[in-house]
């Protein structure tokens, strides 16, 4: 069996999914109310130009090797620089980065400019952008990509990493939200 489970064997006998008893806004409400971190996924095209879009399906995979995973939309007019470069950057954005999210999230085309207009950010080791102020930050070989419904799977193997000490963007049913400082975290 290969690396990925055949869908046709299950223990218990089953061979296909039931049909969904909810409509897609249900789904998308329901998803809703699970709290994500925010996250500024970014890379370079191929005249080198910077490129980014606001992901929340960001999550760790595995710790050795590192690993992570985020999904992009089949529709992203950036889904083929997306799959053909060899590295791309995760930047976690800082509570005081709302506005740099709805940049990134906007409809407009990835390529039109202004999403990088008066960022701040930093080229990392192959030149992928690393955005300034984040809570932190995984350079990422894109390893591997999944075909899986209207979305494409990244899973990104972290070459390196880095933190800042800042409460993260939180966003949850569709707003923004920040983390309360923890009493036990703060005592001294």
């Known amino acids: 069996m290969n690396s990925r489970e055949s869908s046709a064997a299950h223990p218990d006998g089953t061979s296909n999914a039931v049909a969904p ?4 806004e249900h789904f998308r409400r329901a998803l809703g109310q699970f709290a994500t971190g925010v996250t500024i996924v970014t890379t370079l095209a191929p ?3 910077p490129i980014g879009l606001t992901a929340n399906s960001f999550n760790s995979v595995s710790l050795e090797p590192p690993l992570v995973l985020w999904s992009l939309s089949r529709r992203a007019a950036s889904l083929e620089v997306f799959r053909n470069r060899s590295h791309y950057a995760v930047n976690v954005l800082a509570s005081d980065q709302i506005q740099v999210s709805r940049r990134f999230g906007s409809g407009k085309n990835y ?4 999403r990088f207009e008066n960022i701040d950010w930093r080229p990392g080791n192959h030149g992928i952008p690393l955005l300034t102020g984040c809570c932190a930050w995984f350079e990422c ?3 591997s990509r999944y075909d899986e419904g209207d979305h494409i799977i990244f899973v990104g193997e972290v070459e390196r990493c880095g933190i800042e000490a800042r409460e993260p963007l939180v966003f949850q049913n569709s707003l923004y939200h920040m983390t309360q400082p923890h009493p036990e975290r703060d005592s001294s």
Do not use: I, P, T
């Open 141 to 143: 070989f894109n390893r």
């Open 47 to 49: 005249d080198g130009s």
């Open 21 to 24: 008893d909810f409509d897609v």
């Open 111 to 114: 390529l039109a400019g202004g």
